[in-house]
């Protein structure tokens, strides 16, 4: 009997369980019919400013991919130039500069 009574609690929890998620569900089958209703009555439709964002999302992902082609571009040149001012360090001879003693 003990083993029907537990397995009889964990069926009637399933259940519980189950109709809870079916009754989420069904709510929110009910508020996605609303919203669909609200925006048929009042003529408003986002599906052209859901694109053009989507568009804008496009083209700012394509001038960010060539700002850090850039930035990379201009690493590189700095670092050229850094060893290119190092270079010229090395090469001077501040021995005959006064000001430098």
């Known amino acids: 009997m003990d083993w029907l009574k537990g397995k009889l609690g964990q069926v009637i929890a399933v259940a ?3 109709s809870t998620i079916a ?19 009042s003529g408003v439709s986002y599906a052209s400013q859901l694109k053009a964002l989507d568009n804008m999302d496009n083209s700012l992902t394509q001038d960010i991919i060539i700002l850090r082609g850039e930035i990379k571009t201009l690493r590189n040149e700095l670092d050229i130039l850094s060893n290119q001012v190092l270079r010229i360090e090395n090469k001077q001879d501040d021995t005959g500069n006064p000001l430098t003693q």
């Open 23 to 41: 009754g989420f569900g069904y709510a929110g089958a009910g508020y996605v019919a609303r919203l669909e209703a609200v925006e048929k009555k």
């Open 16 to 18: 519980a369980l189950v």
